[in-house]
Every structure is written in C-alpha cells, then in structure tokens.
C-alpha cells in the first residue's frame, strides 16, 4: 500500500472536478465517496440531486468562516493511497476505513474529537482512492499536520499486515524522491520507459562514477547531453548545479530542471564533492609489475574491478560501519560504470542492477570517504578504459568482474539486513539477480570454451586435478564433481599447474577466503577466482593457455606443462 500526499493546493472545486471527471491519464471508473467526515457528505457520484459544487462548499465551510488574513494560502490537502497490483480488490467498506484511519493517522481527523477538518474519500478506480480535506478545522484551528507524511507510512504498515496485503519495506528517508504520477504519465505519453526525474538520476550517477573533480563531472554531464544550469555565489563559488533533459518541456516550451539534491540526497553538489575531496591518491594508470605500466584497456579494467570487489567484501563484511558504508556507496560507482561499458548483450541486466542498488548505496550511516578509493578507481578506469566488446577477453574479463561484484552486493544485503534497512536490503537483493542474469550471459561462451578444453584433457591430468580438489576441498569434492562446471575447473587448474603453482594450494585458498553458499555453481566462482589469483588469461577460446602460461611460469618457462606434449592450437 502506497500513500502519497500530493501538493497542496487553493481550489477545492478544481481537485474535484478531476476526481469525479473522466481522468487526465487513466480511466476514471464509477467515481463516489466510500467515506467523509460526518458519513454524510453528498454523494455527486451515487446521488442524482447531489453536486459538486455543493460538496465543495461543504468541505470548504470551515475555512470562509474564518478571517481572510487568517485563512491558510493553500489550504486543500490531497493523499492517494494506492494498492499493488498483486493485491485483492478491497471492498467500499475496506476503503472507507482505510481512509478513516489515514485521515486520523495524519493529523486531519480524530474519530474522538470533534473538532476534525472536513474530508471526503473518492473512489474511481479498484487498487486505490483519493482522500481531499480543507485546513481549517471546525473550531477555527489550524491542524497539526507535522511529519503527516511519516505517520500515514506507518500507518500503511499496519494495514497491509491487517489486510494481508504485501508488505513494503519501512523507509528511512533516504531513498530518492519518487517520480509523481504527472511525471510517470508523461512518460508514457512521450513513450520513455522511464520519467525525465530518473533517467536524469542515472546520467547524474553515471557522470559521477570515477570522477576527480568538478571539470570532469560537467563535462561528462554535458557530453551526455543534459542542460546544464549552475548556482554561484557572489563571490564567484559554485553552490549547485541543475539539470534537464533536451527534449523535457513543461507547457511553456521550457526545459524542466532538476537540481541534484532533488534527484537523489547524495547528486547535490556537497555530497558529491566529498567523493573526490577525500580522495587524495595518484590517479596515474594502475601498474603490473614494476618498472612495466598495464596499458588501461577493457579487459585490463575489469580485471582490476574484479580485485577491488574483492577486497571490498572483507571491508564490508568486517570493517567499521562508516568505512563499509563508503564501499558500498562507491560499489554503486563501480556498477555505474560497468553498465555504461558493457556490451549490449549484458548491458540491459546491468543497468538494471546498477539502477536498483542505487537505493542500495545510501542510509543513515555516513560514509567515510576516502577509504574506497580502490574502488572508485575501478569506476574511473573503467571509464577510461572504454567498452568492452563482449567476446574474447573483453567478454571473459567481465563475467570475472560481475561475479566479484555478485558476492560484494551479496555482503552488502547481509550488512543492510543486519542493521535493519531493509528497503537498503531488497535494493542489493534486486540489484544481486540482475548481476545474476548478466552473469550467465556473460560467462557461457568463456566457461563453453573452458568445459570443451577441460572435457580434452587426457586421464592423468583429469586424475591428477581430481585429486587436487579432493585435497584442497574435501567438504565440496562430491558436489563440485557433479556439476556440470567441473569440467571448466579441471582445466583451469590444469592451467594453474601450468603457470607453476600448486593447483590444491591455490584451490583451498580460493574456496577458504569467501563463503560459497549463495553460489549457483561453487566450480564457476572456484575457476574466476583462480584465474584473477594466479594472473591467468580469464579468456581461453583461442587455445593458446598453456604458451601463456609457460611463458609466466617461474618454474616451466620453456617447456610443456607436465602430463602434455606441448601446447594444443587451434579452437576447441
């Protein structure tokens, strides 16, 4: 049950009319009162002889029997409260009592005084109502509507869980603003799948994710095509920013703007800025060995992804409120950045995840910035980096990427879970089955290739990594072998043995360093986490993994791993 008080306004007669009208953007259906403050309010729905106009003096009465001067400026207040669409169809009654409860809930009426403001409930539709009131009570007082909005949430509560209606997480007045119904309608009208005020949040995030300094985050905005609007100072100091879409116009033909604060609590331009204030690092190209720089390529970048994600899990998972706070708010970054670089195939699961974990990446523990620069330059390279192409390494990097991502949003569902915020929590879960998704896409043609090249190896190799994994992990041999990615893991530590590392020693260390209970697959996570341990190609389908190997090996350069002939060629 979604409650929403709408803008005050000065015409009675007005809200009215739409009320009982045909609708500006959806059907109005049977419209008629279901309750009001005497249960004796005309009826201009179900009754022939009654009017509008008769209703609306009836509502308004309390406020022409006071002076003018003392008459509030707006004085009709207007809340719609609103079912899902899994929900049952309630009855007149049930609506009638809701919006008896929510009135007294807010401030408007109390069934057991009698000095209420007049009120009247409409119904024009089955999954909601609309609930209007004048500010004057009858006794000439003005209410007391304080934190109104907060009580008839609460109140909501208590409904659905009475009613068995689903249930919606409490909030903690942190989370975005929620598009208004004009917007969402048009929306619809324009054909855009979502409103202005959210494709703005999420060019405004994309923007931020990895940027340094307030140069860079404008001229990302404008490169993304937004209109820009800043607020100075006398003194010539830059104090906010507004934004709008091109093609965004109210009835005047104006751009309708949007400065940041009202886009989401943390795109004011104060909030912002503490990203990069904090953030005192070199923000030269990460670097391999020394002496030797790692160009910042596609591929390149998500592989570093992969490593911050997965120190940021620790920190989240241990460390102090206000510095696990300030990874999970730039995780929201790093998703930021990898939706707007992806290739097509994954790029609608990321955005997704991306878009639902931004509620996610805020509450009303303060982030301590500073702290998350890993991450946040995982978002600036990834940036930099440009898009990946989705095949090749390109495609394997991210699948490697979106798996570490999955179990550092995993970390921080727990973390919002215990803490009890719990829209925070269904956010990161929301935000886990889209990484989910993209996962599978990404990962099927480079753990194809792994399965086909693992499904070749000659007996005492398989014999020989069989063993490996019975040793490192004997609480998870039977179900690693019995998947269908055992296969894909064979080879990768064929690989590993390769490279010259010691295959059980690295796979009991893969599996003993993070849980694997949320895994669909322990063999897919084992293989990603061993290929970004051991510096291995994430990448095989070119069959050329073993002279890779060989070549980085400290102990077989020049020669075939054990148990080969030499390194196989050629596509599997």
């Not at 539709?125 to 000439?140: K, P, Y």
Request: with cysteine; net charge neutral; proline share 6%.
């Amino acid at each position: 049950m979604i409650p929403r008080i709408q803008k005050r306004g000065q015409r009675t007669i007005g809200l009215l009319y739409y009320l009982y009208g045909p609708g500006k953007f959806e059907e109005h259906t049977d419209p008629h009162l279901v309750a009001s403050w005497d249960h004796n309010a005309p009826d201009p729905g179900r009754d022939a002889s009654a009017t509008l106009k008769q209703l609306q003096q009836l509502l308004d009465q309390p406020v022409e029997n006071i002076d003018q001067g003392q008459r509030p400026k707006k004085h009709v207040w207007h809340l719609s409260v609103r079912n899902g669409a899994e929900d049952r169809i309630l009855t007149d009654e049930e609506w009638g009592d809701i919006a008896r409860r929510m009135v007294a809930a807010a401030g408007i009426d109390d069934p057991e005084q009698d000095a209420g403001c007049r009120w009247a409930a409409v119904r024009h539709a089955d999954d909601h109502i609309h609930i209007v009131a004048t500010l004057v009570r009858e006794d000439g007082y003005k209410p007391d509507l304080d934190n109104d909005a907060a009580r008839v949430q609460a109140q909501a509560r208590a409904l659905e869980a009475e009613l068995g209606l689903r249930r919606l997480n409490k909030g903690d007045g942190t989370a975005a603003k929620r598009p208004t119904s004009a917007e969402r309608h048009k929306a619809n009208r324009q054909g855009r799948e979502r409103t202005a005020r959210e494709e703005l949040r999420e060019t405004v995030r994309r923007a931020v994710a990895g940027a340094t300094s307030e140069t860079e985050f404008f001229d990302r905005l404008a490169a993304a095509g937004l209109l820009i609007r800043t607020r100075a100072a006398p003194s010539g100091d830059l104090l906010g920013y507004k934004v709008a879409l091109p093609n965004d116009r109210n009835k005047d033909g104006e751009p309708v703007f949007y400065p940041g604060a009202r886009l989401a609590p943390d795109l004011s331009l104060p909030r912002i800025r503490e990203r990069w204030s904090a953030d005192h690092s070199d923000q030269t190209p990460s670097t391999g060995t020394p002496g030797r720089a790692t160009p910042n390529t596609p591929s390149a970048a998500r592989r570093r992804t992969a490593s911050a994600a997965w120190t940021a899990i620790t920190i989240v998972e241990q460390g102090n409120d206000a510095v696990a706070a300030a990874h999970i708010a730039a995780a929201g970054e790093v998703l930021d950045a990898l939706a707007r670089t992806s290739a097509a195939h994954t790029r609608r699961e990321l955005r997704d995840a991306a878009f639902a974990f931004e509620r996610a990446s805020r509450s009303h523990v303060r982030a301590e910035r500073g702290h998350d620069r890993a991450l946040r330059q995982a978002a600036r390279e990834l940036i930099h980096g440009g898009p990946a192409l989705g095949r090749g390494e390109d495609g394997a990097t991210t699948a490697m990427a979106i798996d570490m991502l999955f179990f550092l949003i995993t970390a921080t569902m727990h973390w919002h879970a215990k803490k009890g915020h719990a829209q925070q929590a269904d956010a990161a879960r929301q935000a886990a089955e889209h990484l989910r998704s993209a996962y599978q896409t990404a990962a099927a043609q480079p753990l194809g290739a792994l399965y086909q090249r693992g499904r070749r190896l000659g007996r005492p190799q398989v014999h020989r990594q069989t063993s490996a994994l019975r040793e490192a992990v004997p609480e998870l041999a039977e179900q690693i072998l019995a998947e269908p990615g055992w296969y894909a893991l064979a080879a990768t530590l064929a690989d590993v043995e390769a490279a010259g590392h010691d295959p059980a020693a690295l796979l009991g260390d893969a599996a003993g360093q993070r849980e694997l209970d949320t895994a669909d697959s322990v063999s897919d996570v084992l293989v990603w986490r061993l290929r970004r341990t051991a510096g291995l190609p994430a990448d095989t389908s070119d069959g050329v993994i073993n002279a890779h190997a060989a070549e980085h090996s400290p102990h077989h350069a020049g020669r075939p791993a054990p148990g080969r002939s030499g390194p196989r060629r050629g596509r599997p």
